[in-house]
């Protein structure tokens, strides 16, 4: 299985605040990672796919980047509504596997 | 827009089977746009996938539950299940229904918490 380690786990913000989680896989992904932001009690929201690609009606300060091994998402000017747990996920060799989650909090 | 929604019992004692169903609106299990996906997050804990089907008959399982689980489509009601054998308390979380397009999770059912407990 290919192995997904986000970093930080936890990171403390506040409003307006340019904020960067990254995502290394254990071996190439090439571009097939996408990045979900969960609120407690609701489903994963589908942010980004092909590693930088913007989900429809997902804004603009959300951006990803990155390509193989390392990838990052970051969030421009942090937002009250952004306050979430975010997920990278690979999606190049079957099982799909997630990484572990980073919570943006206050 | 495709709608997705998680149906079963939300208590099954240890060792029986789960069989859970995820009913599909505004588009057709048939399609062959999307992967109809299982994924479930123990409580206060990260996401699994579980495995996945294609309406060729393609089934793609997570190794790691490949020896108890099946998944199935019914397409004369749009709706596709997951059955999990063998279940105990490491089974216990929120089992979500999406359906995929190339690998990706567009859209998620709202999950269904699965307590295991006698």
């Known amino acids: 299985d290919i192995h997904m380690t986000q970093s930080p786990s936890t990171l403390s913000a506040s409003v307006g605040d340019r904020v960067t989680i990254t995502c290394r896989a254990s071996q190439s992904i090439n571009s097939w990672l996408a990045w979900f932001q969960q609120k407690p009690g609701k489903a994963p929201k589908l942010l980004i796919y092909?590693?930088?690609s913007l989900e429809s009606g997902v804004p603009s300060r959300f951006s990803g980047s990155g390509s193989g091994t390392e990838f990052t998402l970051t969030i421009s000017s942090l937002q009250p509504d952004d306050f979430a747990t975010y997920y990278c996920q690979q999606y190049n060799t079957y099982p799909w596997t997630f990484g572990q989650g980073t919570k943006v909090e206050i | 827009q495709l709608q997705l929604q998680e149906s079963g019992p939300g208590l099954v004692k240890p060792s029986e089977t789960l069989s859970l169903t995820c009913t599909v609106s505004?588009?057709?299990?048939?399609?062959?746009?999307?992967?109809w996906d299982w994924i479930r997050q123990p409580p206060g804990k990260g996401l699994e996938w579980i495995g996945n089907?294609?309406?060729?008959?393609?089934?793609y399982y997570n190794p790691s539950l490949k020896s108890r689980v099946t998944i199935s489509v019914d397409t004369s009601k749009n709706q596709f299940s997951l059955r999990l054998s063998s279940m105990t308390a490491a089974d216990t979380a929120v089992y979500y229904c999406?359906?995929?397009?190339?690998?990706?999770?567009?859209?998620w059912g709202q999950g269904t918490l699965v307590t295991v407990s006698s």
């Open positions: 505004g588009g057709s299990i048939s399609s062959s746009n999307y992967y």
């Open positions: 092909k590693a930088s």
């Open positions: 089907f294609y309406y060729s008959g393609n089934t």
């Open positions: 999406a359906g995929s397009m190339g690998g990706i999770s567009t859209q």
